[in-house]
């Protein structure tokens, strides 16, 4: 099984919301994670993003983050099959075992179409190595999204994070210029309340959730 782990967002900051105690277990346990990240983030911000986000991957233990650059919040805008091809790409070149990527009932168009292209480039084809798809959440997102059956997330896989909780929020400080003051789900101690209660649901102290999409046993 290949040790590669792609965690492919549509906006810095969202790779640490979603999966950043995750991203730090697995780097722990020796697998190679690479982000990508699909488009560029608020425009204010564009100039002295990519910094910190090479900044706030590199605590975590993430050596290569990849930047598409896509226009931020136009990615309905961009041929579908333009973005799953790049992804593509990458899939052909680090061949990951598991992606993480976002949610596709997320309030956030970019995150929905992100997801669909990762999906599209994903297709399990014959002779290829098949790769499982998990879904993380993304505070200010995910929560927001309508709580139907086809829009709402559904955890069904919760990884432990106890032992990673503060890298992922020593990391997150990185990107202080994208967080709120709490009560915004978007704050520190929001990121942190979250995984109390995904942590709870499972008997331990902290806890990423994550929506399977596909698993596979080979």
């Known amino acids: 099984m290949s040790m590669n782990v792609l965690v492919i967002a549509a906006h810095p900051d969202d790779e640490i ?16 994670v690479i982000t990508v990240i699909a488009a560029k983030g608020r425009k204010e911000e564009e100039q002295h993003i990519q910094p910190l986000m090479q900044q706030a991957n590199k605590h975590l233990g993430v050596d290569e ?16 099959h333009e973005i799953a091809k790049a992804i593509e790409a990458l899939l052909d070149k680090y061949q990951p075992s598991i992606i993480f990527t976002h949610h596709y009932g997320d309030t956030n168009k970019d995150h929905q ?8 480039a994903a297709r399990p084809l014959p002779g290829k190595q098949p790769i499982e798809i998990l879904c993380f959440e ?6 927001w999204s309508q709580h139907t059956n086809d829009k709402e997330f559904k955890p069904n896989y919760f990884v432990d994070i106890t032992d990673t909780i503060d890298d992922k929020l020593q990391s997150l400080h990185h990107y202080d210029i994208e967080m709120r003051p709490f009560p915004h789900p978007r704050s520190y101690d929001g990121v942190k309340y979250l995984a109390r209660v995904r942590g709870m649901t499972v008997g331990v102290e902290f806890a990423e959730a994550f929506e399977i999409i596909r698993r596979v046993w080979k």
């Open 17 to 32: 919301l979603g999966s950043g105690g995750t991203i730090k277990k697995l780097i722990n346990h020796g697998y190679k």
């Open 65 to 80: 983050v990849l930047f598409l650059e896509f226009p931020n919040l136009l990615l309905e805008t961009i041929p579908l």
């Open 113 to 120: 179409i992100l997801f669909q292209a990762v999906i599209t």
């Open 138 to 143: 993304t505070v200010s997102s995910s929560e």
